[in-house]
């Protein structure tokens, strides 16, 4: 059987924080080694780590140039930069500031890349913000890609092992990528990495059976990406052929984490039979289309790759928005969010994002394993 290692729930955490600061007050002084052991700590414990700049970049109303390099602007309006000790630059919006990553189409559902900030309209609750910063070009993303473990998965993930690793191909060479594997319970197979080996091998550890946790898996993996991402723009990636029948987390708390501000975007791809279709392919639109993704039903698993690269794709032609709300975020609650574009020679376009979020408000994983 492959090795697994566990999310530590918030007991478990605590008990290990516990033990480590009693061995430290009882250990000499010493320098701590800059070296990890592989796959020995757990996901929610380890530092965040600095995400390396690529150099300068290109004009803000730059068309995207596929397979370049991407570069973050030195200054950007509603980000500041920070200066590490390596010399490494990290650009933070700032506090008050909402981001949103928005994807544009056109009648024919072709991606429209070539629009300016004034042909955009932001509202919040209804009422129209100021756009505060704005960009266009493919920046990397930190990935969670989440897969099915089941046993009704074991002879369909060699195809889904492949898609996924295209999909990274098909990315921005700069990504972050994290594995996990779910049945009943779900396990942090690979932490975050741009090894294509590493991944492969994370993606290699099946153990088809049990039951399927998806909201749990997803859960765990959204709060993994709020605790350990080097990079803003936050995506997960989920494949399953089933409904949920295992999960401590509903549906609905599910897409409460999701909607979190900073929350990531979801990519769905259900690989469903006729008898679980309905419920599953409810859940599975409803988990992307709240946060500006897209759901995916291949009738053949054949599809699955063409369909991990059209996701690559759509994540690299994305537009993102910042503002800075008319109504503080210190009043939290929930907002909902709309995005307009309009641009001479386009006709109808429609803009995919989230459509709201909790303003101020952060939720660890209820039943993290």
Do not use: W
């Not at 965040?48 to 690529?54: D, E, K, N, S, V």
């Not at 629009?115 to 960009?135: H, K, Y």
């Not at 091998?201 to 605790?227: F, M, N, P, Q, W």
């Not at 928005?321 to 995005?339: C, D, F, H, M, N």
């Amino acid at each position: 059987m492959s090795r697994y290692f566990r999310f530590p729930g918030a007991a478990a955490a605590a008990l290990v924080l516990c033990f480590a600061a009693s061995l430290m007050a009882q250990a000499p002084t010493q320098q701590p080694s800059t070296q990890a052991a592989p796959n020995q700590q757990p996901a929610d414990q380890q530092p965040a780590q600095t995400a390396p700049a690529t150099g300068q970049g290109a004009p803000t109303d730059a068309p995207n140039q596929p397979g370049n390099t991407v570069q973050v602007p030195a200054q950007q309006q509603g980000q500041s930069p920070n200066r590490e000790d390596n010399g490494v630059f990290v650009f933070k919006k700032e506090v008050e500031e909402v981001q949103l990553h928005a994807t544009v189409v056109d009648e024919k559902k072709r991606i429209v890349t070539d629009l300016a900030r004034n042909d955009f309209a932001v509202f919040e609750n209804g009422q129209p913000q100021q756009i505060t910063s704005f960009d266009r070009r493919d920046i990397p993303v930190s990935l969670g890609i989440v897969i099915d473990n089941s046993g009704s998965m074991r002879d369909k993930r060699p195809a889904v092992n492949q898609a996924a690793l295209n999909l990274v191909r098909s990315s921005n060479p700069n990504d972050e990528v994290f594995i996990v594997n779910f049945n009943d319970e779900y396990y942090l197979d690979q932490d975050f990495t741009a090894d294509l080996k590493l991944m492969s091998e994370g993606l290699g550890k099946i153990d088809s059976r049990g039951g399927t946790a998806l909201y749990d898996a997803v859960v765990a993996s959204a709060d993994h990406l709020k605790k350990s991402a080097k990079l803003e723009k936050r995506v997960l990636l989920v494949v399953t052929d089933g409904e949920d029948n295992a999960s401590r987390e509903s549906l609905e708390q599910a897409i409460r984490r999701l909607e979190q501000e900073d929350g990531p975007t979801v990519y769905t791809i259900g690989i469903l039979g006729e008898e679980r279709q309905k419920r599953a392919r409810r859940a599975l639109a409803t988990l992307a289309e709240r946060t500006g993704g897209v759901s995916f039903f291949p009738k053949d698993i054949g599809e699955v790759d063409a369909i991990s690269k059209a996701v690559a794709h759509d994540i690299r032609n994305q537009y993102i928005i910042g503002y800075k709300p008319s109504l503080q975020k210190a009043e939290g609650g929930y907002r909902t969010v709309r995005v307009e574009a309009r641009a001479p020679g386009h006709g109808k376009l429609m803009v995919r994002t989230r459509t709201g979020y909790y303003a101020g408000q952060e939720r660890a994983s209820s039943g993290g394993k």
